[in-house]
């Protein structure tokens, strides 16, 4: 590949003796440059195709349907005290934002216990490790919960309570939202507000991800229902715009000029708007104010706003309002580096050892195996994570590659990123995991800061019963 012409910054001053008052008007057009969304159904519909519908729910002790009211799932244990679940299972994605809204018909019930819950759980056949939020009533009356779970595909060993409500509280009907990386990172929204964040657990969530909308009872008195509507997946929470002015402001704005969400813009012309915590889409405008509260940027008409998206205000121009002179910057901008100059690529290839493959991908070449050019893998990828900060608080994207390699694209060229290669524990069904040990220049450090043109090879090794 040839390289990109040199980093060339052209900034063209204009300055004329023209009396102008309250400029304050759009000079240029917010567009979109990728979509964050990954699957949405309103579970409205009546067409359940898309969905596993499955469970250990005893003859006759489950129920399924779906109308204009929403996705209902039935169960009914055979035995009081032994548990029974239903639930509707989505295809392996690799989102990290998980949406549905909740309905617990029950404020409560004769005998036992009944919860139906938003799950997301690894794909990995050997484990079962999840994260929900769950609706549980009993006797006494309700709560609603987050709750983690560890253990091997059959069974649950470890589940732990990490956040829970006041008993009989909340309404019976709750919005929820999950933001994992299946990692360390846990963020859940419950009715629009952040019930619980971290990013130091231990998951041991290998993604790809199943979301699951599930009921589980050991009651069996009655056939009892949970009521879904309106799933959806995104790559993240963050709405995120670039090339707009440095210091100024980007803000969604819906049909009313209700400011639902805001960012400020850093030196890089970069703004980060999460917007986990409403019902998405979003039906509203972007608009990119200078650092002196001056319009000028905006998309053209209402747009459809989904986490993940990335949006460009390229063309935004700082002006200045005067009543004797103004005073117009216009940037353009070409890079210069060894990768793409629209992006930031990552690979990810492997420390040879005689206990695995010398590749990912089908077919490779790999400098450290005596296959001479041509080696063979299984077809796998590793995943990574494109973050705005060093702690990789806010993710911009996220991707899977091999030695083929992956592009971010859509970023700020001025903008300073961060790659986290992540892990794979218990690493694609297998009892081993594949974990990062260095990048292609010898460095470790993990995440790593990288500039649009970068391209970063990342380098594994094979750790648990390999051999």
Known sequence: ???????????????????????????????????????????????????????????????????????????????????????????????????????????????????????????????????????????????????????????????????????????LTQDCTIITDGNHYLKVYLGGNVVYQSNSLMLLMPPPFNAYLEVQTNSASAMRFGNYVSYYATLNENVTVTNAPAGGTVKIV?????????????????????????????????????????????????????GGDVYNAAGATTTTSSTTTTSTTTTATTTSSTGTSTGITVSAHRIYASYWDPCFATTCTNPTAPCNTTCTGPGTTMYFVLCADASCVNIVQSGFANEDGYTFTGLSPSATYYVYPDDCNSCHGSLHNVVFQYWGDGSTVRPRAAMVGANLAAWYSCTNNCA
């Not at 216990?113 to 050997?126: A, E, I, R």
């Not at 060993?157 to 009989?168: E, K, Q």
């Not at 999460?274 to 608009?287: C, E, F, R, S």
């Open 254 to 306: 819906d049909s009313l000029n209700n400011v639902l969400a805001s960012a400020a813009v850093a030196s890089s012309g970069t703004a980060i708007i999460p917007v986990g915590k409403y019902l998405l889409p979003l039906t509203a405008n972007i608009q990119a104010y200078d650092s002196t509260s001056n319009l000028v940027a905006s998309t053209p008409s209402l747009v459809a706003i989904w």
């Open 1 to 171: 590949m040839a390289a990109p012409t040199a980093m060339i910054i052209l900034a063209l001053v204009l300055a004329r003796g023209l009396p102008i008052i309250g400029v304050n008007a759009a000079t240029a057009t917010i567009t979109q440059t990728s979509s964050g969304l990954v699957a949405s159904d309103s579970l409205t519909t009546g067409n359940t195709a898309s969905w596993t519908i499955a469970g250990n729910a005893p003859a006759g002790g489950s129920s399924t349907s779906e109308n204009a009211s929403g996705l209902y799932l039935g169960v009914r244990s055979s035995i009081g005290g032994s548990w029974a679940g239903w639930f509707a299972k989505s295809p392996n994605t690799n989102a990290m934002l998980f949406h549905a809204v909740l309905r617990l018909p029950y404020a409560m019930i004769p005998d036992n216990v009944f919860n139906t819950g938003l799950y997301v759980q690894t794909s990995s056949g050997l484990l079962i490790n999840y994260v929900a939020c769950v609706g549980v009533v009993g006797s006494s009356g309700y709560y609603w919960g987050v709750v983690q779970a560890t253990g091997p595909s059959l069974a649950a060993l470890m589940v732990t309570t990490l956040w829970a409500s006041t008993p009989n509280a909340l309404p």
